[in-house]
């Protein structure tokens, strides 16, 4: 990591022109992964597969408060994939616009423990039984601790979507949502973790199969993990209710459950596994239960990570007979 200190920002344009600027303290830290990626059913080509991040966080302190910015560039600089600046206002909390960095109910959408890539990464449908009501993209943060317990809130206005400076997206209304997770680790259990969330969100007045006005779509999770010396284990279980009448939506209501265990070798190598299971339930037809388990192993040497996972699933987002493999091993380079 090269670190670059007191950088101050002097030649400042436009409106910023009359605003003097800061020392801060600046970092920038990257990545490479190299991928060799095996889908089933489909035709691979050329497996390999390349992406490179960069990312950059600076700090200082702004009329008595410590202001932080971070933004992470991913894919080839294709673009930035996410963003935050926070301001820390000691205890009265951490207040902060979140472009993609992760808020909320997302922070803990899935807790299960692995060594490498989530069980349902590269699979078909990727969000079965994964909350987050309002997301990470354009979302105020708002982080805070109380007796011992995390509480991490998203509120969104709209669609969500990392909006440029003087643009809008989405209905002032619809897709409007809030969201939180609440954590702790004083449990009176050495190495238990447990937490919860909760959130809603309106989904606008969309018309039904059963000619029902749709109201608003609610997220629950809770999980707990427990580490005990070299071993992780996790459960969390997730309800997801679109809220509407004789669930009059095609895709229905989710109940998921999952777990997982991951186990430390030695230092430098570990390996985990998982399951889960996510029931659809369908408005006119019979509820369908995914399937989906995967296996992971990871060999960390200095900077080099060499990891590999297997995920495979059945009845892919509820459609029964949809069913998918994904097979993949990484190599990354930090720097």
């Not at 991928?35 to 600076?58: D, I, R």
């Not at 643009?167 to 004083?186: I, V």
Request: charged fraction near 15%; proline fraction near 1%; hydrophobic fraction near 35%.
């Amino acid at each position: 990591m090269n670190n670059y200190k007191k950088i101050g920002l002097t030649a400042l344009a436009g409106s910023l022109a009359a605003i003097s600027a800061n020392a801060a303290e600046m970092s920038v830290s990257g990545a490479t992964v190299l991928t060799y990626t095996s889908e089933h059913g489909q035709v691979t080509g050329n497996p390999l597969g390349m992406k490179t991040n960069l990312g950059f966080t600076a700090s200082g302190e702004v009329n008595g408060y410590t202001v932080s910015y971070m933004q992470t560039s991913k894919d080839q600089f294709a673009g930035m994939s996410s963003a935050r600046l926070s301001v820390d206002m000691g205890d009265m909390g951490l207040i902060a616009l979140d472009q993609g960095s992760g808020s909320g109910l997302s922070t803990i959408d899935d807790k299960t423990p692995t060594a490498a890539e989530e069980i349902w990464d590269g699979l078909d449908v990727t969000t079965s039984g994964r909350v987050g009501a309002v997301g990470s993209s354009g979302v105020v943060n708002y982080v805070n601790s109380f007796a011992g317990v995390n509480l991490n809130a998203a509120f969104r206005k709209g669609a969500a979507g990392s909006n440029a400076d003087g643009a809008s997206s989405g209905e002032g209304k619809e897709n409007t949502g809030w969201d939180f997770a609440l954590t702790t680790s004083e449990t009176g259990v050495e190495g238990l973790t447990v937490g919860a969330g909760y959130g809603k969100v309106n989904v606008g007045q969309k018309l039904t199969v059963t000619g029902v006005a749709s109201g608003d779509k609610q997220d629950a999770t809770a999980f707990a993990t427990y580490n005990i010396g070299m071993v992780s284990l996790g459960y969390q279980m997730s309800v997801e209710d679109n809220n509407v009448s004789a669930k009059g939506k095609a895709t229905g209501d989710q109940e998921a459950d999952r777990w997982g265990v991951a186990f430390n070798i030695n230092e430098n190598m570990s390996v985990s596994y998982g399951e889960a299971e996510t029931t659809f339930l369908h408005p006119s037809a019979a509820k369908v239960t995914e399937d989906v388990e995967g296996i992971a192993v990871s060999y960390t040497m200095g900077a080099v990570k060499i990891a590999g996972n297997r995920n495979e699933g059945s009845n892919m987002g509820g459609v029964a007979g949809d069913n998918d493999k994904m097979t993949e091993v990484a190599v990354s380079f930090a720097f």
